[in-house]
Each structure stands twice: as structure tokens, then as C-alpha cells.
């Protein structure tokens, strides 16, 4: 079977942040599927098809860009950011494993991005300089518990937290809801990143403290990063701070 399918990650924002290897994907691609806002951040080509969705429509987006590579075409299908994270990657493979098993033969490559979380980190410091984990607070994909479930397991083990899709309007209690969580195990003063549109011109990157954190406003297009114990914020005068979180664990560190 000669048609290839590439799931490319167009990073955070412009087009600075998108990797030699993911322009020339989107270039050689034929036919290009994904997100309609995703699809407008990749160039124009003469010739090349774009098959925009919507963005609830990951499974039916992945089998469609799969059939159309099935039939011989060169297709690639993009994601925000890196497409393994909370992205088109995984609805590629799950795909793959229950589809017509003519997609195992495919030629499938995955074509890493910068993250979020590491755009917004990098904005900031080195929030993410010790142990770490990224959770996604949508439970349209899992149920509300088991997010309460990770944040306490997580908080409590003194992982540095990237919460993903924080907000949005059908999820308008949940972001209290988890910072309220958070602080059962940190304590108030606890750094808190808030990083919205990174990579894009409308960016803003501004910090806070757990005691502050829900009355900081988030939406769909915000990351927090939520520290440790031993996070910390270095006053710059007439700079803005910087968050890092040191190399080292202290001895009892959660
Ligand atoms: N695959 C993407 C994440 C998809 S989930 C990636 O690797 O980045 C969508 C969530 O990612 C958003 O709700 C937001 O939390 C985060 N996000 C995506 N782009 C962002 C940006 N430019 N700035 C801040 N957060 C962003």
C-alpha cells in the first residue's frame, strides 16, 4: 500500500514554533485534515486539499484522513502543540486498532511538536526543572472523580502539575473545582503559571499563588502550571519573576 499518513504537530502558536521536519510533512502532504483553526495556521499550497472539522470530531477525523491515505494519497493530519498529548495521536492509533485492517499496512509517522506545557514553562523559567506530570481537566473523556483522583495523587506525591484545558464554556466550575482540591495538599503560597495564547500575538504569561488562583481568569486557550513545595518565584526589579522549581527534591518533599 503506498499512501502514507503523517500526524504533525504544529506547536503552540506561529510559525517559529513549527519544526523543519513538520513543514516539510505539511508541505509534502496532498490533502491535510484537522481542526479548522489548526488548518488556517498551515500555509496555503496550490494543490493541496483541506479537509477541515470540528473539534469533538477526533475519531471520525482520524478514519476519514486514514481512508483517504488508504487510497494512495500522501495525508497528513495536524494537532495543536505536540500531537501525543491529549491530541490526534492516539485517535490515529485507536483507529488503526478497530478499523479495516488494511490501515495496519499503512505508512503512519508521528511528528512531535512543542507542548504547551513546555512553551509556557519556557516563558517563565523552569517550572518544570524536577519531576512533573500534565493532566487534562475536560471530563468529557473521563469522569470528574477520577480527575479529583490524579490531582490528589499527584499534589500529594510533590509532582509539579500542567493542567490542560483548565476552562471552557461547557466546563465553566471545574478549574475552581481542581484548585480547590490542590489546596488540601499545598500550601497557599504555592506558585501558580498561567500562560494564554503562547507562541501567538494575543500571548500572556502572568503568575500567581494557590490562594489566588481561581479569581485569575482561564479559558480554552490557557495552561497552568501548578508547583511544588519547593517552587519558587525570584523577584527581577522591572522584569517580570522567575518560576523555577530546583534540580533537587528536598528531603521530604511532598
Ligand atoms: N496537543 C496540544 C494540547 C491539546 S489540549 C499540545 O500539545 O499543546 C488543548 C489545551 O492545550 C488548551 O486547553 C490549553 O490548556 C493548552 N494549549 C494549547 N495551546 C496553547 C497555547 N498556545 N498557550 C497556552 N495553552 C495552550
Redesign the pocket.
Known amino acids: 500500500m503506498s499512501g502514507r499518513l503523517a500526524v504533525v504537530?504544529l506547536g503552540?502558536?506561529d510559525l517559529r514554533y513549527v519544526t523543519p521536519e513538520a513543514e516539510a510533512a505539511l508541505h509534502n502532504a496532498e490533502a491535510l485534515y484537522g481542526y479548522g483553526p489548526y488548518l488556517d495556521r498551515v500555509p496555503a499550497r496550490a494543490g493541496q486539499s483541506r479537509h477541515p472539522s470540528d473539534n469533538r470530531e477526533e475519531g471520525a477525523r482520524a478514519a476519514a484522513a486514514l481512508r483517504h491515505a488508504a487510497q494512495g494519497a500522501n495525508v497528513a493530519v495536524v494537532?495543536?502543540?505536540?500531537?501525543g498529548?491529549?491530541?490526534m495521536a492516539a485517535a490515529v492509533c485507536e483507529q488503526i486498532e478497530k478499523g479495516s485492517g488494511s490501515w495496519r499496512a499503512l505508512d503512519v509517522v508521528f511528528i512531535p511538536?512543542i507542548?504547551?506545557?513546555l512553551?509556557?514553562a519556557a516563558k517563565i523559567g523552569a517550572p518544570l526543572g524536577h519531576d512533573f506530570c500534565a493532566l487534562?481537566l475536560s471530563d468529557n473523556l473521563k469522569p470528574w472523580d477520577l480527575v479529583e483522583r490524579r490531582l490528589d495523587a499527584a499534589a500529594a506525591a510533590g509532582f509539579v502539575i500542567a493542567?490542560?484545558?483548565?476552562v471552557?464554556r461547557a466546563r465553566p466550575w471545574q478549574f475552581g473545582n481542581a484548585v480547590d482540591r490542590l489546596r488540601r495538599h499545598l500550601p497557599e503560597t504555592t506558585p501558580v503559571v498561567f500562560?494564554?495564547?503562547?507562541?501567538?500575538p494575543d500571548?500572556r504569561v502572568s503568575v500567581t499563588t494557590l490562594a489566588a488562583a481561581d479569581a485569575t481568569p482561564a479559558d480554552?486557550?490557557?495552561?497552568?502550571i501548578v508547583g511544588t513545595r519547593e517552587t519558587r518565584a525570584i523577584a527581577r526589579p522591572g522584569r517580570s519573576p522567575l518560576v523555577y522549581t530546583p534540580r533537587a527534591a528536598a528531603e521530604v518533599s511532598a
Open positions: 504537530g503552540p502558536g494537532s495543536g502543540g505536540d500531537p498529548v491529549f491530541a511538536g507542548t504547551a506545557m512553551a509556557v487534562s493542567l490542560y484545558n483548565p471552557s500562560g494564554r495564547a503562547v507562541g501567538r500571548e480554552m486557550a490557557t495552561l497552568v
